[in-house]
């Protein structure tokens, strides 16, 4: 069965430092890839999407940048975090090739900024 | 621009009532809506899926339906009971737009005993 990893599950950073958040998936193979951001009480805002390995699709500009390094694994990173980008953040997967298939969430990261 | 909007208010109801949220969206023509349920610090689990040329979907004692004249998907859950309590949440795909979802902002229900 598929399975959707990611970490860590809280993180607390000072302004301006660098971030690093990963999602990893096992179970399926060239799997869409996407990352969202979720305020308090909002719906999903979605910030980037893959379909396969390099190929990034940033959706809202902002200072966070995504990357693909391998089939089933996909990082959110910022060079130097702002107030603006606490938030949970939420990686999920979809299966490839077709637009009608449900998608797979892990279970977040909480990030806040001091 | 594409809107989505769901109950704004949280839906509170008694355990065995049906629970009914409504989601309507404009400017937009999806190819299908699907419906999430989310629990407090979790990620958003699938629950149903239905297709534009579709007007009901059912699971066990959820029920969706898709109104795209009315640009409107009602979700029912029947015999509701307190471990439904969750907030749920709509989102809608289009033609060619490769598995991408808009969400919208998600209503939480509350089943009493």
């Known amino acids: 069965s598929q399975t959707i990893h990611q970490w860590p599950a809280t993180l607390v950073q000072p302004v301006g430092s660098p971030l690093s958040l990963e999602c990893t998936v096992e179970?399926?193979?060239?799997?869409?890839l996407y990352w969202y951001r979720q305020a308090a009480g909002r719906g999903l805002q979605l910030l980037f999407y893959s379909v396969g390995i390099g190929q990034i699709s940033s959706e809202v500009p902002q200072n966070l940048s995504a990357s693909r390094p391998q089939d089933r694994q996909f990082i959110l990173s910022s060079k130097k975090l702002l107030l603006s980008d606490s938030g949970f953040y939420l990686c999920?997967?979809?299966?490839?090739?077709?637009?009608?298939?449900?998608?797979?969430f892990g279970d977040g990261t909480r990030l806040s900024i001091l | 621009s594409q809107k989505i909007e769901q109950n704004s208010e949280a839906l509170n109801i008694q355990e065995g009532k049906t629970a009914t949220l409504t989601c309507n969206y404009t400017?937009?023509?999806?190819?299908?809506l699907q419906w999430y349920r989310q629990d407090p610090g979790r990620g958003p689990v699938f629950l149903l899926l239905?297709?534009?040329?579709?007007k009901e979907k059912r699971k066990e004692r959820l029920k969706v339906t898709f109104d795209t004249t009315l640009k409107q998907s009602l979700f029912h859950i029947t015999a509701s009971q307190p471990a439904d309590s969750a907030t749920y949440l709509c989102?809608?795909?289009?033609?060619?737009?490769?598995?991408?979802?808009?969400f919208g902002q998600g209503t939480e229900l509350s089943v009493k005993p």
């Open positions: 400017n937009y023509s999806p190819a299908y």
């Open positions: 989102a809608l795909g289009g033609y060619n737009q490769g598995g991408k979802l808009i």
């Open positions: 239905i297709r534009e040329n579709e």
């Open positions: 999920a997967w979809s299966a490839w090739g077709t637009a009608y298939q449900p998608q797979h």
């Open positions: 179970g399926t193979s060239n799997p869409n």
